[in-house]
């Protein structure tokens, strides 16, 4: 199990799909934040505050690590890396795990190079946070850290359990942008830009539930539940994604 | 004889499509098995149940003598390579990182059979260039250093020579026949280039709808398919008694048929048969190609 885990992870760091992820991930934070030094600061004639591009990662992060996780477990299905590890005798089980395991990776990966860039962008092109302090920061790349983590092995188990077909890639991103949309629609009912919460009963303690549980709302908020919340709904997406692919990739025809 | 695989009416169903149907099969350690049947007759579906890719609707088979439905058989696995439609390589690693790759995954401490494999397929100077930019052939032959990784004892090649130039066939031809020699490799070769098949295989499976037609070695088919006298006599029993007599390489078809591997002078026949009271009631050339046979045998149509 460690060796294959091992030989994913060395596989995974060597993948130039992997690679252009990570330079899209540190290209759009630098873009973002450099296009927005541009504009404040010349045409508006103001400083830029960090506050306005700290928290950019949030939602690229969804189709981002969604992305890197299609691109680097498909390719492991049509490179013949899944059948060449059942051949060499591992196990359905080791394989999945293995496989969610470099998913879970990836988001790690990601969010550190998104918070590096963001820390040093943020320190040399911005005037500081004003509402934010070094806690509430760390905190927020901490959920973000978890919420990645969970995304990532919840993509990679989406192509496991399709059995690497290509239709991975429609499915994968049609789920991170279903969610999205569902994200927004729940978060626009939680906290309406006019007026309060209408919200009650029943409805009120689901969306409350999944704005609390479950780790693609996390997201698009600051962190303003306790941490044990966040830890909660990001082992029990990647909980739920673990006992599903074991289910489903047990019994998977592989071609 | 000593068997490395063997099939008891495999079945693998798709639906209503039975892509292998009662499926027997045996391939004896040491050869080099030519797997052979046109395209959807079942050949890669074996291969996925071998390598545990899909498991079988009905049936079972032993792997080196482990159940199909043991949990063990991961370590009959361990003990083959395979390349399955297109090698297992990582494009974005060298020749020489792909091996190392495959060691990881093996768990094997001592990387230094690497350079001695790469020596042995041609890939020795390919340097830092990557598996991305191989050609077919390069990739093909990357693929069997790292089914050999393991110092397998059986490896199974789909369609090996599969796009490759002539130049890349002989090459893995002769390959593949010197591990069989040298390191006493079993293969198992997928094709339905018969001709390609012969120059090298020791054993032949056809397959035809996902059932075996016929196995047989290749002495069996060579006979089968050489330049023969097919005589048709009163009686064959007083028929190779000239032949012993003669020392000729014969093989009795039937009460009264058969064919006759040498070149014959009909009056001397006519004569020595009527000394012992066989009488010929005809005799013609028999010529069957290796293409005619397999024609035969799996019948023409329906190649696609």
Redesign the interface.
């Known amino acids: 199990m460690i060796?294959?885990i091992?030989?994913d992870t060395?596989?995974l760091l060597?993948?130039?799909y992997f690679k252009l992820c990570v330079l899209i991930n540190i290209g759009y934070e630098i873009f973002l934040v450099a296009g927005l030094k541009i504009v404040v600061t010349l045409f508006l004639h103001q400083s830029l505050s960090a506050d306005e591009v700290a928290f950019n990662y949030s939602e690229f992060s969804i189709f981002l690590i969604t992305a890197s996780t299609l691109l680097t477990t498909i390719s492991d299905f049509t490179?013949?890396?899944i059948?060449?590890?059942?051949?060499?005798?591992?196990?359905r089980p080791q394989i999945v795990l293995s496989s969610l395991f470099t998913g879970m990776l990836q988001g790690i990966i990601h969010t550190f190079f998104a918070c590096i860039t963001s820390v040093i962008l943020c320190s040399v092109l911005t005037s500081g946070y004003n509402t934010y302090n070094v806690r509430e920061i760390a905190d927020y790349w901490l959920v973000m850290t978890l919420a990645c983590m969970a995304i990532g092995v919840f993509s990679t188990a989406i192509i496991m359990m399709l059995g690497g077909r290509k239709s991975s890639y429609v499915v994968g991103l049609a789920i991170a942008f279903a969610l999205r949309i569902f994200t927004a629609y729940v978060l626009s009912k939680l906290y309406p830009e006019k007026g309060e919460c209408k919200l009650e009963g029943a409805r009120l303690i689901i969306y409350r539930f999944c704005e609390r549980y479950v780790p693609y709302l996390f997201m698009s908020m600051r962190p303003h539940w306790n941490f044990v919340s966040y830890v909660a709904g990001s082992v029990g997406l990647m909980c739920i994604s673990v006992l599903l692919a074991l289910a489903i990739f047990n019994k998977k025809?592989?071609? | 004889m000593d068997y490395v695989f063997k099939s008891y009416d495999l079945c693998k169903q798709y639906g209503s499509f039975s892509a292998l149907n009662n499926l027997n099969m045996e391939i004896p350690k040491g050869s080099i098995y030519g797997f052979v049947g046109k395209n959807g007759a079942g050949k890669t579906t074996l291969i996925r149940q071998i390598c545990g890719l899909q498991s079988p609707t009905s049936g079972s088979f032993e792997l080196m003598e482990y159940k199909n439905d043991s949990k063990d058989i991961v370590r009959a696995r361990r003990r083959m390579g395979a390349v399955v439609e297109t090698p297992a390589i990582f494009k974005d690693l060298s020749a020489r990182s792909n091996l190392i790759q495959q060691c990881l995954l093996l768990g094997l401490p001592d990387y230094s059979k690497v350079d001695g494999l790469l020596e042995l397929v041609g890939l020795a100077d390919t340097g830092k260039k990557k598996a991305r930019n191989f050609s077919l052939g390069m990739r093909q032959r990357l693929g069997i250093a790292i089914a050999l990784c393991g110092d397998p004892d059986f490896i199974i090649l789909d369609e090996p020579t599969n796009g490759l130039d002539p130049q890349g066939i002989i090459e893995i031809r002769e390959l593949i026949i010197k591990l069989n020699k040298e390191r006493g490799i079993t293969f198992l070769i997928s094709s339905h280039i018969l001709d390609e098949l012969s120059r090298m295989a020791t054993h032949y499976g056809f397959i035809d709808q996902g059932s075996i037609v016929r196995q047989m070695s290749s002495e069996e088919l060579q006979r089968e398919c050489c330049k023969s006298v097919r005589m048709r006599v009163n009686d064959t029993k007083l028929l190779s008694k000239v032949l012993d007599e003669k020392r000729y390489d014969y093989k009795i078809l039937g009460p009264d048929t058969a064919d006759v591997y040498e070149e014959l002078v009909f009056s001397d026949m006519v004569k020595r048969c009527e000394k012992v009271g066989c009488s010929i009631i005809s005799m013609e050339e028999h010529d069957e190609s290796l293409e005619a046979f397999y024609l035969s045998l799996l019948g023409g149509s329906g190649n696609d």
Not at chain 1, 83 to 91: F, S, V
């Open positions: 060796r294959l091992y030989n060395r596989r060597t993948s130039r490179d013949g890396g059948r060449n590890k059942l051949i060499t005798g591992a196990t025809e592989l071609v």
